[in-house]
């Protein structure tokens, strides 16, 4: 079984600053984990899929990091501004088909 | 291009009645899921399908059931309601990748659910 634990549960930051959210899974047998991003009262979006092979994953201000190795991952947010208010969520997978979550880190940005 | 529909996005039941949550996806992605998310806590698989006439159990499937007869449907059944399914249920899809590891999760907006 997967266990995932994304650490701090919550996090407020001013705008402008450079931020990194935690992720740790239990089982580092995967091929690939999955950042969301999950806005109040709304479904989960995609944010970045990384590989194992890749360790690193960019997409505009976002990067995410994977290290199999020790079972962690990060998700840097960098110039954070109001609109990156939300929560994230980190998915490794389960098993070949399924995805895991963790519970989150509720972000919120202070302008 | 609609992506992951899920219908209704709002149901009140009263205990002991069924119903059934509808999901579509126009992506012909083979993988479907349904989550549930309860207040503070993390996404719980109910069920999933990796292909037409396949469905298999997650997490939390007892009081659920499935069928996936398409590859665009994935219907969500709740027979005889109890208030421990009061919840927010999410349908999600995705396409399959190396070594039958899911792809990029797309996901519906939710329905929110009420047993009282």
């Known amino acids: 079984k997967q266990e995932v634990t994304q650490i701090p549960a919550a996090l407020s930051v001013p705008e402008g600053e450079n931020l990194v959210l935690n992720c740790s899974f239990t089982d580092s047998a995967i091929y690939n984990l999955q950042w969301f991003r999950q806005d109040p009262g709304k479904g989960l979006t995609s944010l970045l899929l990384?590989?194992?092979?890749?360790r690193e994953q960019t997409s505009g201000r976002l990067n995410a990091s994977l290290d199999k190795s020790s079972g962690r991952s990060t998700l840097y947010i960098a110039a954070s501004q109001p609109g990156d208010s939300a929560t994230y969520l980190c998915?490794?997978?389960?098993?070949?088909?399924?995805?895991?979550f963790g519970t989150g880190t509720r972000l919120t940005i202070i302008p | 291009n609609a992506g992951v529909t899920q219908t209704p996005k709002f149901r009140i039941l009263k205990i002991g009645q069924s119903m059934t949550l509808q999901c579509a996806q126009d992506m012909n992605h083979n993988y479907m899921y349904w989550y549930r998310q309860d207040p503070g806590m993390g996404l719980k698989l109910i069920y999933y399908?990796?292909?037409?006439?396949?469905?298999d159990k997650g997490e939390v499937p007892n009081g659920y059931n499935v069928s996936r007869s398409t590859t665009e449907d994935f219907p969500l059944r709740l027979e005889l309601a109890a208030p421990s399914q009061t919840s927010v249920y999410f349908c999600?899809?995705?396409?399959?990748?190396?070594?039958?590891?899911?792809?990029?999760?797309?996901f519906g907006e939710g329905s929110r659910l009420t047993v009282l």
């Open positions: 399908s990796v292909g037409a006439g396949i469905t």
């Open positions: 999600a899809s995705s396409s399959s990748r190396d070594w039958g590891y899911p792809g990029e999760l797309f």
């Open positions: 990384i590989q194992s092979s890749q």
């Open positions: 998915a490794p997978p389960f098993g070949n088909e399924k995805l895991t």
